[in-house]
């Protein structure tokens, strides 16, 4: 499993490395600015489907059995994106800023789109050292995931398992343990077993409400665990698109709403940093290179005109 390599320095977790290089009037304002609740910048985007659409019909050619989907270019556009802008992998715990040394994405999945269906928590990491692309890893690994999820009765994810232990325990056990959980991860020192389970310890909490008709302006993220990162996708919409002698088209759109911890970094940075995600979901190719190759993101951005 890929991570971000280093000397380990005094105050550094098992999950994280500590970040000493931020600029000290950002440390400064993050210190009077409050919990992570209280600092959430909300960004949205309109993405063009035609290169989307143009790499799935590439992809799913030779007819997989597991098809590609556009779910799958957006999860592999974060992960390259986080891959090239690093902050976005940061979080705050105590103050104190941190790189986590993997980067991860959660998404919920169905059995079925039924109310009270079963439900399953997939969490994906990323190997940046890897000859796979991006868009492989997110298609292999969702497979894996899914496939657990939806097609057996008795598996069941590592989340699931663990909270399911939680939850039966008797009443006074359960709040002590959920107060002993708070206080420990406050400290960055829960269990390996709590924390790989925990959708809220990936860099990208992501929610694909378009798969179910709906569409989210906004989606809050939460003070436990370290997620600074929450991406809801919309529903697909058309749009007219105006050319230069008057006449236009139709076409179609994907919203995407993100929700930041704006303490982690700036405007400036978290701007260019959508422009990026915007620039790979409108050349989706790029995701199909090896996830080790150097990308330069500002001629992608020449390329498909996000300035």
């Known amino acids: 499993m890929s991570e971000t390599k280093r000397k380990k320095l005094k105050g550094e977790t098992k999950d994280a490395y500590l970040v000493r290089d931020m600029d000290p009037l950002h440390v400064f304002m993050t210190g ?3 919990p992570r609740t209280e600092n959430e910048a909300v960004c949205k985007v309109e993405i063009p489907m035609d290169g989307i659409y143009r790499c799935l019909e590439t992809l799913n050619a030779s007819q997989p059995e597991f098809k590609y989907t556009f779910f799958h270019v957006i999860c592999a556009a974060i992960f390259r994106t986080v891959q ?8 705050i715990r105590g103050g104190k800023f ?3 040394k993997k980067i991860s994405l959660a998404c919920i999945a169905k059995k079925r789109k039924a109310d009270g269906a079963e439900e399953g928590l997939v969490i994906m990491h990323y190997d940046r050292d890897s000859q796979d692309s991006p868009l492989l890893q997110i298609h292999n690994k969702l497979f894996k995931q899914v496939s657990l999820i939806r097609n057996t009765t008795t598996n069941k994810d590592n989340t699931s398992v663990v909270v399911s232990k939680l939850v039966n325990l008797p009443k006074p056990l359960y709040k002590f343990v959920l107060w002993m959980i708070n206080r420990l991860d406050s400290k960055g020192k829960l269990p390996k077993e709590l924390r790989d389970a925990s959708p809220y310890e990936a860099t990208c ?3 694909n409400l378009g798969s179910i008709k709906m569409d989210a302006e906004y989606h809050h993220l939460i003070n436990f665990g370290t997620n600074s990162f929450f991406l809801i996708v ?10 230069e002698d008057g006449s236009f088209e139709l076409k179609e759109f994907l919203p995407l709403s993100l929700t930041i911890d704006e303490r982690i970094a700036d405007g400036v940075y978290f701007a260019n940093s959508i422009k990026v995600l915007k620039a790979f979901l409108m050349k989706p190719e790029y995701l199909l290179k090896p996830a080790n190759e150097v ?7 020449e390329e498909t005109g996000v300035n």
């Open 32 to 34: 009077i600015m409050g």
């Open 84 to 91: 090239d802008r690093k902050m976005l992998n940061y979080f």
């Open 98 to 100: 941190y790189e986590r």
């Open 205 to 207: 909490f992501a929610s």
């Open 234 to 243: 919309g529903e697909k919409t058309k749009k007219p698109v105006f050319h």
């Open 295 to 301: 990308i330069d993101t500002l001629k992608l951005r």
